[in-house]
C-alpha cells in the first residue's frame, strides 16, 4: 500500500529565515505530487504541482519554491520567510494529474 | 474559471439527526467530483468519487450524489465520531489542471 510522509510535523521560524519542508512517497512510482498551503477560512491553496522530476508547476507568485529531486520526494522551500507563510501546508499524491489526491499529515509552520 | 461552493460553512447537529451538505460547483466540463474528510491538524482523508450525474456512493452512515450542478453529501444518524470538516473538489476535463476545492463544512455532531 502506499504511504505519504511529511516533516516536521510543527516548526516554528523567525521572520527572514530560510525554510524546508519535505515531503515523499512510498508504494508507487512516478506519481504526482502537490503541496497545499491551508490557512483559517481560505480553504486549501494548491502551491505547486509536479508530474515528474525536475517538472514544477506553480500555481500562485510567492516566495516559496520547490523541487523534486528524486521520483518519490517533493521539497517546499524558502529563502526568507514573511509572516503570511503561516499556516498548515500539506502534501499530496496522486496517480494521474485528474485522479484523486491522497494527502499526507501536515506540518503547522508558525512564523514569528 | 472552475469554482466550488459549499454550505453551510458550520453545522451542528445532534446524534442521530440525519442532514445533508452542500456542493455546488461551476466548471467547463466536469471530470469528476470528489469527497474529503478533515479531522483538526490532520491531512484530508479521500472518501468519494463521483464521475456522472444521477450517480451515487455510500459508506457507512455516508452518501454521496451529484446533479449537473450540485453535490451532496447525505449523513445518516450521525454520531459524535463523524465530527469533522468535509471537503468537496472538483476536477475539470481541459487541460490537466488539478483539483479545486472548497473551503468546506465543519459538522459537529453533539451526544
Known amino acids: 500500500s502506499q504511504t505519504i510522509h511529511q516533516w516536521p510535523a510543527t516548526l516554528v521560524q523567525p521572520v527572514g529565515s530560510p525554510l524546508s519542508l519535505e515531503c515523499t512517497v512510498e508504494g508507487t512510482s512516478n506519481p504526482n505530487l502537490y503541496w497545499y498551503r491551508q490557512a483559517a477560512g481560505r480553504g486549501l491553496q494548491l502551491l505547486f504541482y509536479s508530474v515528474g522530476i525536475g517538472q514544477i508547476s506553480s500555481e500562485v507568485p510567492q516566495n516559496l519554491s520547490a523541487s523534486r529531486p528524486q521520483d518519490r520526494q517533493f521539497i517546499l522551500s524558502s529563502k526568507k520567510l514573511l509572516l503570511s507563510d503561516s499556516g498548515f501546508y500539506l502534501c499530496?499524491?496522486?496517480?494521474?494529474?485528474?485522479?484523486?489526491?491522497?494527502f499526507g499529515p501536515g506540518t503547522r509552520l508558525t512564523v514569528t | 474559471e472552475d469554482q466550488v461552493t459549499q454550505s453551510p460553512e458550520a453545522l451542528r447537529l445532534q446524534e442521530g439527526e440525519s442532514s445533508s451538505l452542500n456542493c455546488s460547483y461551476t466548471?467547463?466540463?466536469?471530470?469528476?467530483l470528489f469527497w474529503y474528510r478533515q479531522d483538526p491538524g490532520k491531512g484530508p482523508e479521500f472518501l468519494f468519487t463521483?464521475?456522472?450525474a444521477g450517480e451515487e456512493k455510500e459508506k457507512e452512515r455516508l452518501k454521496a450524489t451529484l446533479t449537473k450542478k450540485e453535490s451532496f453529501l447525505h449523513i445518516t444518524a450521525p454520531k459524535p465520531e463523524d465530527s469533522a470538516t468535509y471537503l468537496c473538489a472538483v476536477q475539470a476535463w481541459s487541460g490537466n489542471t488539478p483539483l479545486v476545492f472548497g473551503k468546506g463544512t465543519r459538522l459537529s455532531v453533539i451526544a
Open positions: 466548471v467547463s466540463g466536469l471530470r469528476g
Open positions: 499530496a499524491w496522486s496517480r494521474g494529474v485528474q485522479d484523486e489526491q491522497y
Open positions: 463521483l464521475y456522472s
